[in-house]
């Protein structure tokens, strides 16, 4: 795993005296012996080798969050002189997400003057409402701070620095008032919340003052619950990583999930160590004995401590593998997992008040009524779309009030809203990766507004609609769905208008550019005539496209498209030679977008919208004809994953529809292969045996119908004459 994170200690002391602080009250002391701040030998050092291995692993983008101690110790001008090295080092390499962690007392405006001139987002740690804030964060006088971050808050919230706000930061103590707590950090209106349960490990547990094991559980869920109800508005990451990891998709926070560590941590004197939050365990537990002057950020992702932190499933123990839940909860944070004697072979110390409230979310959010999407793949696409659109409403929300977010919603209503406009919108929504492009932003992977805006764009171009939108575009061009990309001469500033579908792009002073250029500058997508005149787009240039789990292959010159082209037509002759009742179904792939792949690769879905298949450059036809059954099933159910419940999630009847479902694929891929066939069909008969024999209401009434009709297909695969022959 490629190190994408560092957070780098910009002072080593505090101005606060937070009693659950795991710098200065846990078990690690060696706060004592760092320097007070951070050198300025030691920062050239950091930033060289941070970019140096930037450049040597091809990285796209790192994170740097300042932190400390209290990093605002360090005062405004040197705070410059800190974001300007790292910027001035950082960015000819690769993209810089400059962040800094805070307690906010000493938040004003000269610091929010560096923030904005450097794009540094800013978050502030704060547990609540005035009560709850006080239990644990005063300063050394034992005076409260709350008034004080407050202020700071409302300052960073102002039109001049709103766009630098990133969030809250609020460690969860259960004796005070959960309600009270979210409704109190809602109000100051954070793009993100992240409740953080309090570092403790089996030596030193947390406390539990009604002595429940699930006090943790329980008091999150009651939050849940208020933010369900108010819709979600804001963004809490503990709940998005569960409600993600529930359905299939990734860990969003390292605190839960298994997704592996790409973290670094240096300190004011250049050592390297691993999570901060291993303080807690034991002292010395962080350390790793490199550092800035003689070790690189490579050698480091080496160490054996960084390397157990990547091991996913395989990094927990026997008893975390077993559970259901292991997958949303990824056995807790590392830290806390310690005991003396067994170190960090251990569940969480949370281990109960996890698998509670995975359990308690699971249940929540599933709907155990019927979908008509089961049976109906028109409906399949309805309910898609309809995703795609509450998608657009939630980033949308997240992103109002941020420079150039509110224009491109504007445009998208107003294309939208136009019945003469409105089916090219439906169909701009419809492209495999607009979805991408929405994921990208929902999950933070993309922080301008360009993926959307090019988008609506498309959908004006293609509706002959006006059109008129600035934003910040990278680099390798101006990509609009469907349609092509356009050559721009560096990244930076478009201004884009279209002008009854006529599209017309400036960078800066000239006369801008436009499809058509004498100088070739626009290179159209083109669509590959197959069986029955059908075209399917080809897209080798959506920057999103790189989105499946191999690389994608670059785009292709004109002899490479046509052999491509030929072979595709070839696979559609040969599906349309199978028998009559092979062919249409509820599992044919209703493909609309093909994305060449590297050589080799062979054929693969990716994270994206309903409709896109990645083919290998050099796919055999027969290949692709042999695969469709199983991928097809697998777009489906993954499809019907994302638009209706089969299952609570989190529990085995979920995978034991997969694997059903998986087994009669691979019976459809080897018609004429008796061994390999009747292997499939007799695995895909135990999966649907064990899943009659759960509990009930694992399976919602979508997930019966589905499992009814893995049945009713299993029945005459199974009773078929067992032929003898091998595979095409």
């Known amino acids: 795993m490629k190190l994408q994170q560092l957070v780098l200690k910009i002072h080593s002391r505090c101005d606060l005296a937070c009693d659950h602080c795991y710098v200065y009250e846990h078990a690690d002391q060696s706060w004592k012996k760092r320097p007070v701040f951070l050198s300025e030998e030691t920062l050239r050092k950091v930033s060289r080798r941070f970019a140096e291995y930037a450049r040597e692993q091809k990285l796209p983008s790192v994170s740097v969050i300042l932190h400390g101690g209290e990093p605002l110790l360090v005062g405004p001008v040197r705070m410059r002189d800190i974001c300007a090295e790292l910027v001035e080092t950082i960015t000819p390499v690769t993209a810089l997400d400059l962040r800094i962690h805070t307690n906010g007392v000493r938040l004003n405006t000269r610091f929010l003057d560096v923030f904005r001139e450097f794009d540094v987002k800013v978050s502030v740690s704060l547990d609540g409402d005035r009560a709850a804030n006080d239990r644990h964060r005063r300063d050394r006088r034992g005076r409260s701070s709350h008034d004080r971050v407050l202020r700071a808050i409302e300052l960073l919230r102002s039109p001049a620095y709103r766009h630098l706000y990133s969030g809250l930061l609020c460690t969860v103590d259960v004796a005070n008032d959960p309600v009270a707590v979210h409704d109190a950090l809602a109000a100051l209106h954070p793009p993100r919340v992240d409740y953080l349960l309090p570092h403790s490990t089996w030596d030193n547990p947390p406390p539990r003052p009604d002595g429940s094991p699930t006090a943790y559980a329980d008091w999150l869920l009651r939050i849940f619950d208020r933010w369900d109800a108010q819709g979600r508005t804001l963004g809490v990451r503990t709940f998005e990583s569960v409600l993600s990891t529930l359905r299939g998709g990734p860990a969003l926070t390292e605190a839960m999930g298994l997704a592996p560590s790409d973290l670094a941590v240096v300190e004011t004197d250049g050592s390297f160590e691993q999570a901060d939050s291993l303080k807690t365990a034991y002292p010395g537990a962080p350390a790793t004995g490199y550092d800035v002057d003689r070790h690189t950020f490579a050698e480091f992702a080496r160490h054996p401590g960084v390397r157990a932190r990547q091991l996913g499933l395989a990094g927990v123990g026997p008893s975390c593998r077993r559970c259901p839940v292991v997958e949303s909860c990824g056995g807790g944070l590392y830290a806390h997992r310690y005991s003396t004697g067994h170190g960090f072979a251990n569940p969480s110390v949370f281990c109960s008040d996890l698998k509670a409230f995975v359990d308690g979310v699971a249940e929540r959010i599933t709907d155990h009524g019927l979908s008509p999407a089961v049976h109906d793949r028109h409906e399949l696409g309805y309910a898609q779309g309809e995703l795609v659109r509450t998608l657009l409403g939630v980033v949308a929300a997240r992103h109002a009030g941020e420079p150039g977010w509110d224009a491109v919603w504007h445009a998208f209503l107003a294309l939208d809203g136009d019945p003469s406009t409105a089916p090219h919108v439906d169909a701009i929504l419809a492209h495999p990766y607009v979805h991408t492009a929405?994921?990208?932003?929902?999950?933070?992977?993309?922080?301008?507004?360009?993926?959307?805006?090019?988008?609506?764009?498309?959908?004006?171009?293609?509706?002959?609609?006006?059109?008129?939108?600035?934003?910040?575009?990278?680099?390798?061009?101006?990509?609009?769905?469907?349609?092509?990309?356009?050559?721009?001469?560096?990244?930076?500033?478009?201004?884009?208008?279209?002008?009854?579908?006529?599209?017309?792009?400036?960078?800066?002073?000239?006369?801008?550019?436009?499809?058509?250029?004498?100088?070739?500058?626009?290179?159209?997508?083109?669509?590959?005539?197959v069986a029955g005149g059908t075209r399917l787009l080809l897209d080798d240039a959506d920057p999103l496209r790189d989105c499946y789990p191999v690389p994608v292959a670059p785009p292709l010159g004109?002899?490479?498209?046509?052999?491509?082209?030929?072979?595709?037509?070839?696979?559609?002759?040969?599906?349309?030679?199978?028998?009559?009742?092979?062919?249409?179904?509820?599992?044919?792939?209703?493909?609309?977008?093909?994305?060449?792949?590297?050589?080799?690769?062979?054929?693969?879905?990716?994270?994206?919208?309903?409709?896109?298949?990645?083919?290998?450059?050099?796919?055999?036809?027969?290949?692709?004809?042999?695969?469709?059954?199983?991928?097809?099933?697998?777009?489906?159910?993954?499809?019907?994953?994302?638009?209706?419940?089969?299952?609570?999630?989190?529990?085995?009847?979920?995978?034991?529809?997969?694997?059903?479902?998986?087994?009669?694929?691979?019976?459809?891929?080897?018609?004429?292969?008796?061994?390999?066939?009747?292997a499939a069909l007799a695995r895909a008969a135990r999966a649907l045996d064990e899943l009659g024999s759960r509990p009930p209401r694992e399976l919602t009434a979508t997930g019966e119908a589905l499992a009814a009709e893995l049945r009713a297909e299993l029945a005459p695969a199974a009773a078929a004459p067992r032929g003898t022959d091998r595979p095409r």
């Open 438 to 529: 929405l994921n990208h932003c929902l999950h933070g992977r993309s922080r301008e507004p360009a993926p959307l805006a090019r988008a609506i764009t498309a959908a004006a171009v293609r509706a002959g609609a006006d059109l008129a939108l600035r934003w910040h575009e990278g680099a390798g061009g101006l990509h609009l769905p469907t349609l092509g990309t356009l050559d721009l001469p560096a990244p930076g500033p478009v201004d884009v208008t279209v002008t009854a579908g006529e599209l017309h792009v400036r960078t800066g002073p000239g006369a801008g550019r436009r499809p058509g250029d004498a100088d070739g500058g626009w290179r159209p997508l083109t669509t590959v005539p």
């Open 558 to 678: 004109p002899s490479d498209l046509a052999v491509f082209a030929k072979r595709l037509h070839r696979a559609h002759e040969l599906l349309e030679e199978r028998p009559a009742a092979e062919r249409g179904g509820a599992n044919e792939p209703a493909l609309t977008t093909l994305t060449p792949l590297a050589a080799g690769t062979g054929v693969r879905l990716g994270a994206h919208g309903l409709g896109a298949l990645g083919l290998a450059v050099d796919f055999e036809p027969e290949d692709l004809v042999r695969e469709l059954p199983r991928v097809g099933r697998r777009a489906r159910l993954r499809a019907l994953r994302e638009t209706a419940d089969l299952n609570v999630p989190g529990n085995r009847a979920g995978r034991l529809l997969d694997e059903a479902s998986d087994e009669l694929g691979n019976a459809a891929r080897w018609p004429r292969g008796a061994d390999e066939r009747n």
